[in-house]
């Protein structure tokens, strides 16, 4: 935030009532996100501790005992590679996880076997995340269209956590699908300390989802600073912009380096693949040794193998990181 801003916070946050609980309809903070992210006045919201928590309430309430389903687990659907806690909270809650790998050459969804799977586990819920986490990619709109109109007996998620450089949502799709859910978070509107993630969808989902919700998962401190930022739409509006610039410049640098596949990327990151004539690991240690740290993603899944995932940062940091992957790349 410019520092006028976060003088102006700081006078805000002084005035919130730290020896309160807070108020548990959280009606200011809803009515601040709904403006936002022009969610339809049809549908409700739930707020998480950050997305996260959202994930887990997701698994926990689909959750059931051994005894309640004679060892037969609702399922969890999920592209892959994809954000691993969609598959961590269903293992923590007792659910089976299937994943769909995502086809090879450009990270798109394998819509006939995503269908083939709906078919046959019957799942409880299902994930799209637009863009993907950690390829990048924007999904293809008529073939998610195609997932959700399949999954038509399960609980779709659509996770939009990185939205603001995407400029493409399915909040508006929401009247369309009975069964559908968009997630998004304000990590990365540049609040990823304060943790707080958002849900849009039917009233009756939502209000079934908020029977397993913590009281009081939102504390009032992230409440009064979302409420205070998402006033200030037009600064939040100039950093992702800002933040897009910076990511066309870094991926035209990159691509001219040899040996580098850069994959097409609407987050704030970008994947790249370093051809077989370098290591990734030798890459990524050699980067680190220059004090720049990026995420080597060679081990997260096969589809991934020599694959580094770089954030896009200040102009500043973006030119260090630029400069400290050719010179490991010549070492």
Known sequence: LPDDLKTQLATHLAQVALNRYPVPSYTALKSALRTYAQIPDDFQIILGNGSDELIHLLAMALSKTPAENHHER????????????????????????????????????????????????KPALVYLPFPNNPTGNLFDASAMRTIIEAAKDSIVVVDEAY??????TWMSQLGEFDNLLVMRTVSKLGLAGIRLGYMAGSPALISELDKVRPPYNVNVLTEA????????????????????????????????????????????FVLVRLSEAYDADAVFAGIRERGVLIKNMSHAHALL????RITISTPEENTAMLTALQAALND
Do not use: W
Not at 163 to 168: E, G, R, Y
Not at 237 to 263: G, K
Not at 305 to 308: F, H, K, Q, V
């Open 225 to 268: 600073t979302a409420t205070f930022v998402l006033k200030h739409a037009d600064v939040l509006a100039q950093q992702a912009e800002r933040i897009r610039a910076e990511r066309t410049r870094v991926c035209a640098a990159l691509a001219q380096m040899s040996d580098v596949r850069v994959y097409e990327t609407a987050a704030n």
């Open 74 to 121: 609702p399922v969890i659907l999920a592209p892959a590679p994809s954000f691993v806690m969609y598959k961590m909270s269903g293992l923590f809650n007792h659910l089976n996880v299937v994943e769909i790998a995502l086809n090879a050459d450009d990270f798109s969804l394998d819509v006939a076997a995503f269908v083939a799977a709906i078919e046959q586990y």
């Open 163 to 168: 939205q603001p450089f995407a400029l493409d």
């Open 305 to 308: 193998r020599n694959c580094l």
